[in-house]
């Protein structure tokens, strides 16, 4: 398969489905069928799904160990991941191997137990995020909740389902100024 057919396996193709399978570890997909929808996947000559949508939503999930490998196992194009749905599972922080995707620009990690707003800044090293859900979470109660995640994600332009406006990004902006504290450059003094 050529560069070109494997980066235009595209999000038009449908998602590799193992939501609502009752999933403890991420091992278990390698044992779990998937879901089956409307349109069949389409394989690659190894036998594995060209997608680059992965549905794991609606489980018991409470962290991604191992989750570099067993998706290197289950699909053709691991890389050219878009769309990851952990939405409704037991997470109780966001694991840095999601960072690893650098095509991923749909994160659903909504319903779930993420604590500490200070997880979000993993998530500013995807250069293609797009679209990121965390409503659902702890951490939705903590103050400035959304300017925090518009203030450090700047490329999201859907948030938890709503689109982001110029007003909200202006709304961001003006909470950072006045709650985020810039970082003290010190000035190196030579001593003679």
């Known amino acids: 398969m050529s560069k070109r057919e ?8 449908p998602p590799l489905d193992y939501s609502f399978r009752s999933i403890h570890v991420i091992q278990d997909l390698l044992s779990e069928e998937p879901r089956t929808g409307l349109r069949p996947l389409k394989h690659s000559k190894s036998g594995k799904p060209l997608t680059q949508s992965l549905w794991l939503n609606n489980n018991v999930l409470n962290e991604l160990r191992d989750f570099n490998q067993v998706v290197s196992q289950l699909l053709e194009h691991p ?3 878009a769309w990851i749905d952990l939405s ?6 966001i694991d840095p191997v999601l960072t690893t995707f650098f ?15 200070a ?20 951490i ?5 909740y959304r300017q925090y995640v518009l203030c450090t994600l700047p490329r999201v332009t859907t948030f ?3 689109g982001i ?15 985020i504290k810039p970082k003290k450059v010190r000035i190196k003094h030579n001593v003679l």
Do not use: C
Not at 165 to 179: G, I, L, P, S
């Open 6 to 13: 494997s980066v235009n396996t595209s999000v038009q193709e």
């Open 79 to 81: 890389e050219n991941l």
């Open 88 to 93: 409704f599972n037991d997470l109780t922080s």
């Open 103 to 117: 095509n991923l620009s749909v994160l659903y990690l909504h319903g779930n137990s993420i604590q500490r707003l």
């Open 119 to 138: 997880e979000v800044n993993k998530l500013a090293v995807l250069p293609r995020l797009r679209s990121l859900t965390l409503h659902g979470n702890p």
């Open 140 to 144: 939705e109660e903590e103050k400035g």
């Open 160 to 162: 938890d389902f709503s």
């Open 165 to 179: 406006t110029k007003a909200d990004r202006t709304t961001a902006e003006v909470w950072k100024r006045m709650n």
